[in-house]
Structures are given as C-alpha cells and as structure tokens.
C-alpha cells in the first residue's frame, strides 16, 4: 500500500491498517513499514499495545491484542507504552507479552521471511526452525516427539515454498 506521504506499507494476509490522517494510522496485524521522510512531521502508528513514532525509516511490526513486537531493519523508532518511551535502532527487536516489555538485538534472519518469501536455515536446531515456521505461516507447527530431534540441526533454504513442500522435505 502507497501511503500519500511516500510511505510504502507491506501487510500480511489477514492484517488491518486504517489511516487516520496524512501521517497517523492504526493497525492490527502484520505489516513491514517503509516511511517517507519529514522533518516537520512524524509518522505515527496507534496499535492495541501502545504507538509507534518514527524517526527513521524501515521496520517491522505485529500489533495484536495479545502480542506487540518491532524489529527495525534501518534508522530508529520509538515505542511507547504505559508510560515509558523505549528508542530502537537498526537491529533491535521489542516484543511485548502480557505487559511487560523485553528488548533485544535480532540475530533471526528469518523474522522478516513472511515479506521475502525464504526461508533460510543455516545449522538450525528443530526447535528454531518450527518456531520460524509457526511464525512464516501463521500457524502452529509442532514436533510429535522433541527429543527424537534434540541433535538435530538443519541446513536448507526455501523459496516461495508452501508449509506442506517443507513438511514433505523434512519428512523424507
């Protein structure tokens, strides 16, 4: 979605976005933000869980009612909630679950595979990549039996592949 500022929004399936003026908009969901510059006004984005003001430019974000987490790829945002207002820079990560707050780097090059389409495993235990996929496709994926896969670790790459093509791939 081309915003009239210049800004480019890439939502997920399923996730909702309301423009409330030129640089105001509210969201629920998935979405990889893009945002036009202007020194004169900020871009803000109003989720369930708190509101975005951005400095910089790129970065992801999931805003629901249970969950709230950022990544920022490039320049900075900065997040508040409850009162408290936290900055993050290219490379960090925040994630919010039942109201408290945790902020990290983000080594997962996978956490922005829903916008690329790949999916990069490179001597990932099975436990991270069932948890990369669970979060690519927006579903639950589990492991009938953890310890069969406890030294278990994968290299692969998929592209455009669907959740069945990989299931089909690990299971021969």
């Known amino acids: 979605?081309?915003?009239?500022?210049?800004?480019?929004?890439?939502?997920?399936?399923?996730?909702?976005?309301?423009?409330?003026?030129?640089?105001?908009v509210s969201i629920k969901?998935?979405?990889?933000?893009?945002?036009?510059?202007?020194?004169?006004?900020?871009?803000?984005?109003?989720?369930?869980?708190?509101?975005?003001?951005?400095?910089?430019?790129?970065?992801?974000?999931?805003?629901?009612?249970?969950r709230t987490e950022i990544h920022v790829e490039e320049g900075s945002v900065a997040y508040k909630f409850q009162g408290s207002t936290y900055t993050l820079v290219a490379?960090?990560?925040?994630?919010?679950?039942d109201n408290i707050v945790e902020k990290f780097p983000m080594n997962d090059v996978n956490y922005g595979s829903w916008k690329n389409k790949r999916l990069l495993f490179n001597d990932n235990t099975m436990s991270e990549v069932v948890e990369a996929l669970s979060r690519h496709f927006g579903k639950s994926v589990q492991l009938s039996d953890s310890k069969l896969f406890k030294n278990c670790n994968v290299k692969a790459?998929?592209?455009?592949?669907?959740?069945?093509?990989?299931?089909?791939?690990?299971?021969?």
Do not use: C, W, Y
Request: net charge negative; glycine share 8%.
């Open 29 to 66: 969901g998935r979405a990889f933000f893009d945002v036009a510059r202007d020194e004169n006004q900020k871009f803000i984005i109003n989720m369930p869980v708190g509101d975005i003001t951005v400095l910089g430019t790129e970065f992801s974000v999931v805003a629901d009612d249970d």
């Open 91 to 97: 490379g960090e990560f925040i994630q919010v679950v």
């Open 1 to 24: 979605i081309n915003l009239t500022d210049g800004t480019a929004v890439m939502m997920d399936v399923g996730s909702k976005m309301r423009s409330k003026d030129n640089r105001t």
């Open 157 to 172: 790459a998929f592209d455009n592949s669907s959740l069945e093509e990989i299931l089909n791939e690990f299971s021969t």
